[in-house]
């Protein structure tokens, strides 16, 4: 009698009635030898009592080197790919906790990468598996989930020959995240996802910071607590890194903020003969430290033109100016369950640089009510300066989907671009000329931005008072502030315009 192992990742109805119950049926009928087990619960030895696995929605960590001993004992294994691994019941804590874990990234590279190390992948759609199977998946289609078409199923499986290869789909990547840095973690999930989506092969590597990056660089505490959770649940050990490149053999090694990964592995990693590259997003501020690390890959891009020379002349010969832009989606989409009425008039997202605490400032003693969202803002409020500013209200940081919400929901959204001398590490070095992330952003989400005029390149993505509205002095936003506010059909059109845009 075959045995079968049953895994899955969360209880829900839809899971029931499509697994479960037909495979207590089996058991009943003693056609299979029938073992259920929670993604969490199962350990290797239990392979010893398999024929064959049926992952059920999974995406936790340890499957995958559950699916590896699999594959070199000879064990089978399906990949259910039939319904959403998130549970049903809203409102509960284990509803709560899913949302977090399928929101991330990781879990859609390791579900594709369960996909690419199973014999065969089961789906719903034809149109689906008929996809899946072009791209060099062995799936099949379970339509009713009934306890015949699954022992047909799994029986007809047993019985053939192995896929040689794992499916790969266009350029294998091994792409190493800026664990919890703000807003860089966010951005290279969007970045990741992107990826995939192009038929990428993505190994998402999550690095797990160092005490010294830890305490000095990563913001964790800006993240939701069950982010960091399902985060914290696929963080390894900087040391694995070269291993993992030499077992993968990846086309490209890419990161984002390369900083963050301690030099003797950069050291590693460079003396193997595969292209690396890293997108360091905080130019001009951090050339200096930037650049030092830029030496260690074989290509870098920058966010922002000023600093490119720098580069090429003391740190990387290969590198370039690549902008940011935005995710439509998915992070910056509007969602279904989002309230489009608008909750404020005028706001501001980002950290209080001098520059924007004196636009904020001048806005407020003309009256005119503004909300400041980020870190650190609070701090200002109960200083000295800000408690003279009873207009000013605050909210805390907020995720990019979140910011994306709060865009769609904002009349005027300002966008002061930070200045070269703010908390930068090479004051007075260059002078910044590209757009920041939050103008793709604001106008990815469909919002109105009022922004300044400080960056030229502006104009080489957004046409100014059609897609984008700019301003030359706090005085200026002001009057423009109040001319938008009471033209509602044309600061609407210049968004709309702004979103096809970006």
Avoid at 211 to 216: P, Y
Avoid at 429 to 449: H, L, V
Wanted: aromatic fraction near 10%; hydrophobic fraction near 35%.
């Amino acid at each position: 009698m075959l045995r079968v192992h049953v895994i899955y990742q969360w209880r829900t109805p839809v899971l029931t009635r499509r697994i479960l119950e037909p495979f207590e049926q089996l058991k009943r009928e003693r056609r299979f030898e029938v073992s259920f087990f929670s993604a969490n619960q199962y350990v290797p030895k239990e392979l010893a009592k398999a024929d064959a696995l049926l992952l059920a929605g999974v995406s936790e960590r340890p499957v995958l080197d559950i699916v590896e001993e699999a594959r070199q004992r000879g064990i089978r294994v399906i990949y259910d790919d039939g319904f959403s691994s998130i549970p049903d019941a809203t409102g509960s804590k284990d509803y709560s906790e899913a949302r977090e874990s399928a929101g991330d990234v990781r879990t859609l590279a390791m579900q594709a990468e369960l996909r690419r190390r199973a014999d065969l992948i089961t789906v719903l759609d034809s149109t689906a598996c008929e996809g899946l199977k072009r791209l060099g998946f062995g799936a099949s289609v379970i339509a009713g989930a009934d306890a015949n078409t699954w022992h047909d199923t799994v029986s007809e499986l047993i019985g053939a020959p192995r896929r040689q290869q794992e499916a790969v789909c266009g350029k294998k990547i091994f792409f190493l995240a800026p664990t919890f840095m703000w807003p860089h973690h966010y951005i290279s999930d969007m970045l990741v996802r992107s990826l995939i989506d192009l038929g990428h092969t993505v190994h998402l590597f999550t690095l797990k910071p160092s005490r010294f990056h830890d305490e000095a660089i990563c913001m964790t505490r800006e993240f939701n607590s069950g982010f960091i959770t399902s985060v914290a649940a696929h963080c390894e050990e900087g040391w694995k890194i070269p291993l993992l490149i030499d077992r993968e053999g990846p086309d490209l090694v890419l990161t984002v903020q390369g900083y963050v990964i301690p030099r003797q592995i950069l050291e590693e990693i460079h003396r193997r003969s595969i292209p690396t590259a890293a997108w360091f997003m905080d130019e001009p501020y951090d050339a200096t430290r930037s650049c030092s690390f830029g030496r260690y890959y074989s290509h870098v891009f920058l966010q922002d033109k000023s600093s490119v020379d720098y580069h090429r002349r003391h740190g990387n010969p290969n590198t370039f100016y690549l902008p940011h832009g935005c995710d439509p989606t998915v992070v910056h989409a509007v969602q279904p369950q989002e309230s489009r009425e608008y909750l404020r008039d005028v706001a501001l997202v980002g950290n209080p640089f001098p520059h924007r605490e004196q636009l904020i400032g001048t806005l407020l003693q003309r009256g005119i009510s503004v909300e400041a969202a980020g870190n650190g803002w609070l701090d200002y409020l109960t200083s000295p300066t800000g408690s003279r500013l009873p207009l000013l209200q605050t909210c805390p940081t907020l995720s990019l989907a979140d910011a994306a919400s709060y865009y769609r929901q904002t009349r005027i959204n300002l966008n002061q671009h930070r200045h070269e001398d703010d908390f930068s590490t090479n004051p007075g070095m260059f002078r910044a000329g590209s757009p920041n992330c939050s103008a793709f952003y604001i106008a990815g989400s469909g919002g109105f931005q009022l922004a300044d005029s400080g960056r030229p390149e502006l104009s080489e993505f957004f046409v100014a008072d059609e897609e984008i509205v700019l301003f030359d002095s706090p005085s200026d936003c002001a009057d423009k502030i109040r001319y938008y506010l009471d033209h509602n059909e044309e600061r609407q059109l210049i968004a709309d315009r702004g979103r096809e845009r970006a």
